[in-house]
């Protein structure tokens, strides 16, 4: 089955600066590939996913790269903000009409005033 | 639209006793539903997918007979936590997949969990 593997498992960065978020999967046949952010006891949240035709999506100040070949795909968050302190999960999924989704181990994120 | 939500969304028990934990899909019709356990600063694991009118599908590790879905219909699928003990004590959250109008693609739907404490 698919395996997700993410890391770094914690990181700090200065308002103001980037954050990047590593992933690697292991099954080829996974073809969606969402990222998810999660603040305390709540469900996780959709931020941006990429699909396998692509190889790089963005959406303001949020980013994610995919690399099939390496099986690899990043979050890149700039400009970050107090607001975006959580922790962010990403996943990997075979889209179809029904598929689960399998999650890496997390990255609790702390934006530093 | 696509909402998913549980019920309840707190609960304690006594150990020993079973629980079982409902899991709506409220706008949408969801022939698939999956559940998952996440302990406190832990990742979401999936334990088992959840199918309309047949048996669940269950991950690898996790007991089928102690873990027992049911999807008796297009809307509802219900995870009966039996013989509960502390270490089930777990936030459960359940998702359903759905196509948004404005989407050409299939997006999962997270319920808010269910905090359940086993003392």
């Known amino acids: 089955g698919e395996n997700v593997e993410q890391h770094p498992s914690t990181l700090s960065v200065q308002e103001g600066d980037s954050a990047v978020i590593k992933c690697t999967y292991s099954d080829s046949a996974s073809n969606y590939f969402p990222w998810y952010k999660q603040e305390l006891g709540k469900r996780p949240q959709l931020i941006i996913d990429?699909?396998?035709?692509?190889g790089e999506k963005k959406d303001q100040r949020i980013a994610v790269t995919l690399n099939k070949t390496a099986k690899h795909f990043s979050l890149h968050i700039t400009e970050t903000q107090p607001e975006d302190s959580a922790v962010y999960f990403c996943a990997a999924s075979i889209a179809s009409s029904a598929s689960k989704i399998i999650f890496g181990s997390g990255t609790r994120l702390s934006i530093r005033p | 639209g696509a909402v998913v939500s549980q019920h309840p969304s707190r609960v304690i028990c006594k150990s020993g006793t079973s629980v079982k934990i409902e899991c709506r899909s409220l706008d949408f019709q969801a022939t698939t539903m999956f559940w998952y356990r996440q302990f406190p600063k832990q990742s979401l694991m999936l334990m088992a997918t959840?199918?309309?009118?047949?048996?669940?599908?269950?991950e690898q590790g996790v007991e089928k007979d102690k873990f027992l879905i049911n999807h008796a219909s297009l809307t509802l699928s219900t995870l009966t936590v039996t013989s509960a003990h502390p270490e089930d004590s777990s936030f459960y959250i359940c998702s359903a997949p759905a196509r948004l109008a404005s989407s050409s693609y299939n997006e999962q739907f997270f319920g808010p969990g269910t905090r359940l404490t086993v003392l």
């Open positions: 990429i699909r396998s035709n692509v």
């Open positions: 959840s199918n309309e009118g047949s048996k669940a599908t269950y």
